[in-house]
């Protein structure tokens, strides 16, 4: 197995324990697929859609939805939030940077903090304006690096092992230079609007201990750090809570977050 594709497997397995967080996504997904300006009979793609949120709530709008996402458990959480809610939604277990679709087929690509976590953003952004029709509609949130979850991610970044494959940082993708960039003349009409995740919590340590279970990259850290450098682990925790407490108020933490909303040329 080559870099890229251990990179991946990483990814998948790390992703597995992710559900429990949609009680801070599930808010944060209306407001996308408002952003997007989803409405009924939209044939829409959710890029990385985790346990479905934003693709259930744009169904509920009467959109013809795919969802597709790496992990196969937060697929099949997404397929009984599905079921529940009582939408049809077409699943698809897959890669943002291969997604098994023609070319145009989508009225509208949205991804909820899921593309960004491609490690060769050219080539996520290529897949995801390939198969959008043109005049359709591209949208996602992501983190901005200078606020709570991406100066986290980016101490996450700092401590962490070095990886399979060298991504470049998640955060630039909270960067609206860098979303300009990657977008080009491919897109016109950019639009950008900011907004807020509050995230419930009694203490940054709380909050700590919570991601470590479920976040990905808080997972893969704590699992390489607590053999092989306890020390540097318990380093990591202080700067990570003391970020956090910057954010703490009234037992929430402010996440502000960037939308981007775009139209393909």
Not at 86 to 113: C, K, T, Y
Not at 128 to 145: I, Q, Y
Request: net charge neutral.
């Amino acid at each position: 197995m080559d870099a890229l594709a251990k990179f991946k497997e990483s990814q998948r397995q790390s992703w597995a324990s992710f559900a429990p967080l949609e009680v801070w996504t599930t808010p944060t997904a209306a407001r996308l697929v408002r952003h997007a300006r989803i409405a009924a009979g939209m044939r829409v793609l959710d890029v990385g859609c985790g346990t479905g949120v934003v693709a259930v709530t744009a169904a509920r709008r009467g959109a013809r939805v795919t969802g597709l996402d790496l992990t196969p458990e937060l697929l099949e959480h997404a397929k009984e939030n599905a079921r529940i809610a009582g939408v049809e939604i077409e699943w698809h277990l897959g890669d943002a940077e291969e997604l098994p679709f023609e070319d145009q087929r989508f009225d509208a690509v949205v991804s909820q903090f899921g593309h960004m976590f491609a490690p060769r953003p050219e080539v996520a952004t290529s897949e995801m304006l390939r198969v959008l029709r043109k005049g359709g509609t591209l949208a996602f949130s992501t983190w901005p690096p200078e606020l709570v979850n991406g100066r986290g991610m980016e101490l996450v970044r700092q401590y962490a092992p070095p990886p399979a494959f060298e991504a470049p940082p998640v955060t630039l993708w909270g960067d609206p230079a860098t979303i300009r960039q990657r977008l080009g003349d491919a897109v016109r009409e950019i639009v950008f609007d900011r907004a807020t995740m509050f995230m419930p919590a009694l203490s940054a340590r709380h909050q700590r201990e919570e991601r470590e279970r479920s976040s990905g990259p808080l997972r893969k850290l704590v699992e390489a750090l607590s053999a092989k450098d306890p020390e540097k682990l318990e380093g990591f925790r202080r700067a990570y809570e003391s970020i956090v407490e910057e954010y703490l108020e009234d037992n929430q933490i402010q996440a502000g977050y960037l939308m981007t909303r775009a139209v393909k040329a």
